[in-house]
């Protein structure tokens, strides 16, 4: 099982990478690149981006180092791949998925602190809809930019923009503020996935209820914060289990 | 003399004008446009927009109130009228005008207090060139928000949408931190003309020197920081000394 790489602290802004979900306008991709750049940050991972609006904002002229090497994703669980820590961007409606959510400000901070040494992604959805339920299952909380009730929607690439800047505003990240080491998107989903498997061989979910299942069992163990002794742990019962489970079918 | 109007404390974000000068692009001018109202910002004034993406940005879907409300200006003096606190907002190069230079977290915090009870006005330059010499002669401290070197430019519906977001990131503005009060651009701008008007009469000023001669004055009168009853004497000390100077050259 792969730990996450930490990287050098003095490199922090490293260590975030954005995450545009079905973005559709191709100047929304490019206003996103640029004020990564504007703030320092350089990864971004575009998971199944309009094909013409991705080719059209690569071709467009200052859209400079971040959209020529940015990564196109076929899903989330891929762009956030090595991420530990998974931050959804979102309105108010998100409420009604009982994630955490943080005003950008405090969530900022919580942001630098991990980013210290640790990897997270910041993932924004499409302009028409936003992140659906199913990309905030991926979710640990969500950040609410505070706007105006009156036209709280913001445009994605200001939306980046003022994430960017919040998130890079003070000076650096503070080490003495550091949370317990947690695992990977990448681990996380590998556990999530065995569960699964477990739970239907199992007979505790029925054939066909998997899908209604997994963002509830995502969050479940998105909350749980393993550390990656645990979650070794954890999937090495899994797969005992799995195995058994297999082998008592053969009988 | 008009004096600035003051405004309900509650209702401080009506104080703040945004001014962009020379936009030439539509969707930046839309962009900025939908940020401020994101931020609960209406107060749009455009200086010399370029006439067809003005219109565009008008007509084009979602641009709101703030845009179908906003004024066309011929002139940044115009523009200003009533405001007493003019910031610039202008990357580093704007340091060889000499002017206060604060980066846009405290800058805003500067801001904020003013709101409370008095007018201000946030200036952007077009997209090319941004603030122009004659343009930041106009205002008392300039504002940069900090980016990183490899690409310090934002786009300018972006420095929008984070100037707003950081201005209103707080509550309210404190009153207790009041700076004394000041006087209304128009004010100064009415002053300043007046004493060019007696530095040309006087012989101080040789014919054809004012164009120059008009920035470094008006940063000059800018410093001073009037109050309302030292504007409204100066004003009229420089009345009598045109008066008496045009009286002479009669004789």
Redesign the interface.
Known sequence: MPEAPTRDPANWHQNLRVVLVGARNS?NIG?AA??M????FTDLRCVRPYELSFRSARSAAGA?SVLAEAKVCADLSEALGEAELVVGCSGLEARKQRHVQRA??SAATALRTHLADRQAALVFGSEKSGLTNDDLSHCDWVLS????S??????L??AV??CC??I??RAGPSPSLKTPQGVASVTRERILQTLLGVLETSGFLQAGARPAKTRKLRRFVGRLRLAPEEARMLQAILRQVEWKLGHRDRK
């Open positions: 100047l206003a640029r004020a750049l504007n703030f320092g400079g950008l400000p930019i505070p706007t105006n009156d036209c709280p929607s913001m445009n690439g200001q923009a003022v800047y919040e890079s505003r």
